[in-house]
């Protein structure tokens, strides 16, 4: 396969416990169960998590600089004071910057939002944007998601301005001289729950100004639609006062009094009930996200504030235009990125790639999506024209991202970040210095184990194999899911395929159906066409997936999500492909560590040879110990991993049960029809039928009629396409010449058959045997190949 298969980690629960748990709960057994894996395992726990708890809140309090910040700003209302909340340009900041405003001119406060241009003025903080703020009039600056970084900026800021800073990013070693700060990771703040975004920091600092003091309960729970968009976008743990900020949010949505909002929801096509967090994920949040990365992230904010209906129209529109601009941008960049890892011989340890040509409000969204196909960190770089590169980087789990890069500091401007993303500026000519210093990082960090993506899998689903619309409404007391509370993923032993096809505009989506049991599904996976080649009629395969409600037609059906499947052996079947094999060859390469690549001609091994890795080995049919036997020895070269290039001369399906056998986990057939034709020709000449027989005795005899004795060599070098050495030796046979030390003669010429010459004879045996087992191993199809 063109990418790496899963690991699958299957969960396991006491089903017994889950079982009396769902009937105490009066729910299905199939909740309580995926409850109990995930450490929710006592009944009052599991009330909480799926109803809600009566106190879900903590005291915000108990935040460290909580009582200084609404002292402060208590003040600044009272005196009428100018305030300016400063947010980042992400959704989480849109959101956050947004809550506070609109919550403190409910206050009857004199406040403006400031959100910095992304391109021009970058992430957080910097002194001309407090200078223009001071200018303007305001006298405190309370930041949202941002500022915890902010150290130069807070010194140097004017004096008249007192900054209050809400955050939630990793805390720096040296903080900031602001005013206060307000931040749950700090190491000395008291607050329970450290997992909040920066729009829950925001949204307990509305409920500390409206408790107005320790001790009572939070009073205040209004705006939750707007926490629950930043939360789920800035993917934190949904979990805690995370998950009942976003419950609560998503059906303060369907009424929202919140005229931009409204207008973003119809633009979109979100729907107006049942809103869920993934119509946040992949619906509302790229389209704040679109005009943060593209423009200028202030018109969301205008969007989510604004009171006039026909306003909020013309920007949700243009937010829909933004989005499919990005979408745009995003395509082209991963085609540029694509076209990068093609020129490179191998592709591990990590992705670093930079151009000048690319949008730095963007590259993170490409280099999260390089990140899932190849299971790499993965930094993309914008080369800028005065001489700087930006670069957004992310990782997977088993490197901490945050770390790899601090480890270069001293080659770099500046970053930040968390343990799965993170941003850099460096000087463009520090850039491959930067990547060969990451790469050397990560190899020294990382085992091998460790670039290979895992599959969790909740619950495996036997017996019939019915998944009901009633067990999908079960399952949706689990929602809102997201990190840290993961969608369920269920899985089918011994499914069958059939009906796969690719879909979707770019034809980049696979879809299939599969039967297990008495039932049958429609299933999808997204962004993974290239399995193509590995699925056909009848494949039988393990599926991970999760059940979804697909309604079209106003017919409502089950449909499965796939994320992984799972095949003792695969088999990929490219003989009827239009792409050069060996562009497929190279491109399996790249990413496979190990192969064992199968020629039967020189020419294909000597071309291969220069690209391969050291453990990627070739090797030739004609070298291996089978014929039409095969040994049961294992193959300690063998590789996991098994293309043939070319048509084996040998039972594909023995061929196939005896690499299985040998170890290999996947066989990619390359070969197609003109190999077979190729042979045959070449059959023609090595193994000559009567026709060739004839042409190749006019030869001999006209060259034996211009000079008594002919060397073969000389012979075939005229006539290489029409003549062979066996046909030499049939001829001897048959007594027409003498053939010695490469030297021929004319022999006694007598009347008789081709026959005679048992050369002949085992020749057209083993010709037709060979073309028998060249057109067996041209049509068989992937299912006969595999079955027993």
Known sequence: MMHKQRIWDIKEYNKEK??????ELGISPLVTGILLERGVNSIDAMRDFLYGSAQPFHDPFLLKDMQRSVERIARALAAGEKITVYGDYDVDGITASSLLYLYLKGRGAHVQTYIPQRKSEGYGLNDEALRTIAEGGSTLVITVDCGISGLHEVQQAPECLDIIITDHHTVPPELPPAYAIINAKQSDCAYPFKELSGVGIAFKLCQALEQGAPGSLPAWQGLTELA?????????????????????GLKAMETTQLVGLRALIKASGCPQENIAADNIGFGL????????????????????????????????????????????????????????????QHIDTAIVLASSGWHQGVIGIVASRLVEKYHLPTILISLSEDGMAKGSCRSIPALNLYEAIAAERDILTQFGGHHQAAGLTLPAAKVPEFRERFRAYVA??????????????????????????????????????????????????????????????ERNHLQFSLDKGDFSYRCVMWNNADLLPFLFDGAVADVAFQPKLNVWNNERSVQLHVSSLRQPLTLGDFRRGTEDRFSVLRALARVHDRLTVYVSSADAGSMMSRWLQDNQDISGYLDIRLYSSFSAQQDESLQQTVILLELPPYPLKQFAAQLKKQGAQSIMLLFGKE????????????????????????????????????????????????????????????????????IIKKGVINRCSLEDSPLYVSLQQERAELERTFQENIRLNQHDLLRG
């Open 18 to 23: 889950a079982s009396c748990f769902a009937a």
């Open 228 to 248: 629950a968009m930043g939360t789920v976008a800035d993917i934190v743990p949904l979990v805690g006062e995370n998950r009942e900020l976003v419950r609560r």
């Open 285 to 344: 949040a790229p389209r704040l996200n679109a005009v943060g990365r593209l423009e200028h992230a202030q018109l969301a904010v205008e969007l989510l504030v604004t009171q006039d209906a026909a306003k909020a129209e013309a920007i949700a529109e243009k937010l829909n235009k933004e989005n499919s601009l990005r979408q745009e941008i995003c395509r082209q960049i991963m085609e540029e990125a694509e076209e990068l890892l093609a020129q490179e």
């Open 444 to 505: 020294a960090q990382l085992q091998p184990e460790d670039y290979l993506p895992h599959q969790t899998v909740d619950c495996v689903v036997s017996g019939t194999g019915e998944i009901t619309e009633q067990d999908l409404q079960q399952l949706a007391l689990l929602e809102p899911c997201g990190c840290e509370n993961t969608p369920p993923v269920f899985a089918f032993h011994k499914a069958v395929l059939h009906n796969e096809r690719a879909m979707g505009k």
């Open 675 to 742: 190999d077979y034709q190729s042979l045959a020709a070449q059959l023609m000449l090595t193994h000559p039928d009567r026709a060739a027989m004839a042409t190749a005795y006019k030869l001999v005899m006209h060259a034996l009629g211009m000079q008594a004795e002919v060397a073969f060599a000389q012979l075939l070098e005229k006539n290489y396409t029409q003549i062979s050495e066996n046909a030499v030796k049939i001829m001897e046979q048959l007594g027409f010449i003498s053939y010695n030390n490469g």
